[in-house]
């Protein structure tokens, strides 16, 4: 069976919904759940493409704390291979405060923790050759993979021959750009969501953003657009996917279940658009659940939900 390895951030979330009113400072606001998740794109997206019937590695670290302890037992528990996850002793685990609204929409206090010690020097690329591709989760929360860093792990991945996606994340320090541009000729997906990918590129219609990223060397791009849907494109064929109608009850996660779901069909050997069509509906899936890896179970439950919305994906 084809196999997918996720490197990249590693999280402990800490969900808190909904969230109507910010308290005002020294005062306390009423939620009506607060729960711990597994969180982080890396882990999110291994999650749901396990579930999904994939072969999966995560790849990155951990600190050497409760929450750690919580994300391994979490990803073994999923049957994620976690042998490369390497446990830093004097830092902690990465962790995310997730503030639910009543639409599903959400904010986030992020700490970088392990992840920000996560570097070119723990990837064994020789174990990389087990996989047919190798996913980089959370660019732009990872201070260890900028820049020629991050192009020395994508160049390597390349010349191993590999399939190489990358995924952006928020990045909070405005620097954009930069960080990834020497990178982005090597990757064959390229996956961010409207909002990074109108940061990065300036451009603000999705297909001139696509176009960006193309012209760059990329050689697909995938733009996620949460409630108003997708955008995939390789220069050639191009679709914009509209959003299923459902009902949103936790939107954390649902672009890191998208990438899953596109590369599990990548892994099927299913045309670009169809990855495009099973991931567009892995997403939908993914609101539907509070937390990041809940609301996508199975394969056959992806099925059955993308057929109860006609759309058809098997």
């Not at 990803?75 to 902690?92: A, F, P, Q, Y």
């Amino acid at each position: 069976m084809e196999k997918l390895a996720c490197l990249g951030i590693l999280v402990g979330d800490f969900i808190v919904r909904p969230v109507k009113q910010m308290p005002e400072r020294g005062k306390l606001t009423l939620v009506d759940t607060c729960e711990l998740h597994l969180g982080g794109c890396a882990s999110n997206t291994a999650t749901v493409a396990r579930n999904l019937g994939i072969n999966v590695s995560v790849i990155g670290k951990l600190g050497n704390d409760a929450l750690g302890e919580f994300v391994m037992a979490t990803l073994k528990n999923s049957g994620i291979d976690v042998s490369r996850v390497r446990i830093e002793k004097d830092i902690t685990t990465s962790g995310t405060a997730v503030l639910v609204f009543p639409d599903g929409e959400r904010s986030f206090l992020h700490s970088f923790g392990a992840n920000s010690r996560f570097s070119v020097d723990d990837i064994d690329f020789d174990y990389l050759k087990n996989f047919s591709i190798v996913h980089v989760a959370g660019i732009l929360l990872l201070p260890g993979l900028e820049g020629e860093n991050l192009k020395e792990l994508a160049r390597r991945v390349k010349a191993i021959g590999r399939i190489l996606s990358f995924d952006t994340a928020w990045d909070s320090t405005g620097r954009w750009l930069p960080v990834i541009e020497e990178s982005i000729e090597f990757v064959d997906y390229f996956f961010t969501s409207i909002e990074e990918a109108k940061m990065l590129s300036g451009q603000s219609h999705y297909e001139d953003m696509a176009k960006f990223f193309i012209d760059r060397g990329a050689k697909n791009i995938c733009i996620k657009m949460g409630p108003d849907g997708s955008f995939v494109t390789n220069g050639k064929e191009k679709k914009f996917f509209s959003a299923l109608k459902v009902n949103a009850i936790d939107s954390t996660g649902a672009g890191d279940a998208y990438v899953a779901g596109f590369l599990t069909a990548l892994l099927r050997k299913y045309p670009l658009m169809k990855c495009g069509l099973l991931a567009n509906t892995a997403g939908a899936m993914a609101v539907t659940a509070v937390g990041a890896t809940s609301g996508v179970k199975s394969w056959e439950a992806l099925v059955s939900f993308a057929k109860e919305h006609n759309v058809e994906i098997s």
